[in-house]
């Protein structure tokens, strides 16, 4: 009898691990990757019939993506800097897209869905400092724009021109939306205000939010009678719209909320913060949904899609990450994760620290390198300046006549760019330590050749 009952235990146990060892195969399959980039991915978009979606990234350019299934479509180059924001018109004419280059772009979806490889962007305009934010009206008549220039700006896109400047921040602009009868504009900064702008006139109403801590992310529902922000010191507040009472607040000290995402048919609103953390929360119970670790790193966007309940993250990686929500429980990330190119765990010559710190987020090593934001350095000593072949170069350095060498690149990262080589799209890099710059020379010279 007492065998009979181990046998029986044991019988128990068994089928415990293989349900356990099923549960581990279906998590394994809970996080996909895709690969287009070069550099970190900044913003995400989808359009309105849920056909595409559009990632940018520090690499300068937009990929477009056919979601079903999810695979690389186009890519759009015409940044000459980081972009940071992209979205889709309402009724799928266009995309806009944002960087720090200063500008806004118009990409006609016609051209996009032709797969138009020529395709040339309309230059909406730009602003004095980076775009960190777009939204459509709903209508698609208008596009507004937030910038760390401190203004919002209001773009006509049938006269295709700024029509108005909102004034009123101190500070950068971080996020903006239009209300559902587009009568009126929201917009938040640096300054931890919520602002309330009346559309046509631009004329501002009120403050309805002042939290102190700059507001780097948030939504409205006036309908559902909400708003929810995400701040720079680790916030998430949802407060109700009409009058002075929060409904939740979440905190993780000193942790900035990077992005958020509402999925307003499916009652789901997410948040992404600075050290990879996603939180969803269902916005009609006030509950928790999620709370994990999705990335290594910071959060730059997310998205929630309601068709197949899952999850898509954007951060330092060159790929986009995608969860399933519900699976439980999660493939655990593990901490500080994988080493990436521009943080090498392993131990290094000095040379190559600097390469990994200063130029691997923009440059490769190798004759097929990867897409970045800059040419590959394969065979650099003895380059004209602005030569290599299908590198689409600013016009500063097709016309400069300098020969990269020791001299040279020594020079570029003493100086700073902005001096050596002035109206280039190369970001300001400099070294002040004379030993980390004949390090790094002599480490290209070794590793390009």
Excluded at 87 to 93: A, E, Q, T
Excluded at 109 to 114: A, C, H, V
Excluded at 382 to 404: C, F, H, N, P, V
Aim: charged share 25%; net charge positive.
């Amino acid at each position: 009898m007492l065998l009979k009952k181990i046998f029986l235990i044991d019988i128990i146990i068994l089928k415990l691990i293989m349900v356990s060892f099923l549960l581990l195969i279906k998590t394994s399959h809970s996080i996909e990757q895709y690969t287009a980039h070069g550099g970190p991915v900044k913003g995400l978009a989808v359009s309105t019939n849920n056909n595409l979606m559009a990632s940018a990234s520090f690499d300068y350019s937009v990929v477009i993506w056919d979601l079903n299934p999810i695979k690389e479509k186009l890519t759009l180059i015409g940044h000459d800097a980081a972009v940071n924001t992209v979205k889709f018109s309402p009724n799928n004419d266009f995309l806009a897209s944002g960087g720090d280059d200063n500008n806004i772009l118009l990409w006609a979806l016609k051209d996009i869905n032709n797969l138009n490889e020529e395709i040339q962007p309309i230059i909406l305009g730009n602003h004095r400092g980076k775009i960190a934010d777009l939204e459509f009206s709903n209508n698609g008549r208008y596009l507004i724009s937030a910038s760390w220039d401190g203004t919002v700006g209001v773009w006509d896109l049938k006269k295709r021109k700024l029509i108005n400047s909102l004034v009123g921040h101190k500070g950068p602009v971080y996020a903006v939306k239009y209300s559902k009868d587009n009568k009126h504009i929201y917009s938040s900064g640096y300054d931890g205000d919520i602002k309330l702008w009346k559309a046509n006139s631009g004329e501002y109403v009120r403050p309805i939010v002042k939290n102190g801590w700059g507001i780097s992310k948030f939504e409205v529902d006036e309908k559902l009678n909400f708003i929810a922000f995400g701040s720079t010191d680790g916030q998430i507040k949802i407060n109700k719209f009409d009058k002075d009472e929060t409904i939740l607040n979440i905190k993780e000290d000193r942790v900035p909320i990077l992005s958020m995402y509402y999925l307003e048919n499916e009652n789901m609103i997410s948040f992404g913060n600075a050290k990879g953390r996603m939180i969803i929360l269902d916005t009609k119970k006030w509950s928790l949904v999620r709370d994990f670790n999705a990335v290594n790193g910071p959060i730059w966007d997310n998205i929630l899609f309601p068709n197949d309940s899952s999850l898509i993250v954007a951060g330092l990686d060159d790929f986009l990450t995608r969860w399933q929500i519900f699976d439980f429980p999660p493939k655990f990330l593990e901490r500080p994760g994988p080493a990436r190119r521009f943080n090498p765990v392993k131990e290094v010559s000095n040379g190559e620290k600097q390469f990994a710190r200063k130029c691997s987020v923009c440059h490769t090593l190798v004759e097929n390198g990867k897409k970045r934001a800059g040419p590959t350095l394969y065979k650099i000593f003895g380059r004209k300046a602005g030569t290599l072949e299908g590198y689409k170069y600013s016009k500063a350095l097709i016309e400069s006549d300098i020969i990269w060498n020791e001299e040279s690149i020594n020079r570029l990262f003493d100086k700073g760019p902005d001096k050596v080589t002035p109206g280039t799209k190369m970001p300001i890099q400099r070294m002040k330590k004379i030993q980390d710059r004949q390090d790094l020379v002599m480490f290209l010279k070794k590793a390009t050749n």
